[in-house]
């Protein structure tokens, strides 16, 4: 298909009687609140979820100084930095506009020096480890939107 394929069809043509309507709308992330989310120093804003796949997409907020506990992407997850450092060896360290995917069954413990904000796709549970290496805890699709309905900030998440 060349570009030429992609100019605005009429209004009268037969694409244009497949267009799904209403048009989805922008949502203004600004008027919602961060609200603390399950890893101290990080808070979040619920965008979507996923029940088929048990994933969902976020915004996590990182305090300045955060080191997460040791987790497990049970799917996995695509990050692209908005603010700030995130890292897992300094010797590379994510900046703002900066795209990272972590494969499923990926165990690791990121840090933030001086704080960030990310956009965040979690395409499966991700389970957090025990000083042990045990599962102490799981958060998918159900457990967030419960997380977010409880904290009244699910009002815009889509499924």
């Known amino acids: 298909m060349t570009l030429t394929a992609l100019k605005a069809t009429p209004p009268a043509s037969a694409a244009h009687a497949r ?18 989310w399950v890893m101290p120093g990080v808070a979040y804003k619920l965008l979507s979820i996923n029940r088929r796949s048990g994933g969902f997409t976020c915004l996590l907020k990182v305090d300045p100084g955060t080191e997460a506990p040791v987790h497990h992407h049970l799917g996995a997850i695509e ?8 890292y897992y060896e300094r010797n590379d360290i ?7 995917y972590e494969p499923a069954g990926d ?14 796709v979690f395409e499966g549970a991700i389970a957090g480890l025990g000083e042990d290496g045990n599962v102490v ?23």
């Open 107 to 120: 165990i690791h413990q990121p840090r933030s020096d001086g704080g960030c904000v990310l956009f965040c």
């Open 137 to 159: 805890g799981i958060l998918d699709s159900r457990s967030m939107l419960e997380m977010a309905t409880r904290d009244g900030a699910a009002q815009h998440v889509h499924s």
């Open 19 to 36: 267009i799904t309507l209403p048009y989805p709308h922008f949502q203004k992330l600004e008027s919602y609140p961060w609200k603390p």
């Open 79 to 86: 990050v692209i930095v908005l603010e700030g450092d995130i």
């Open 94 to 100: 994510g900046r703002p506009g900066d795209y990272m």
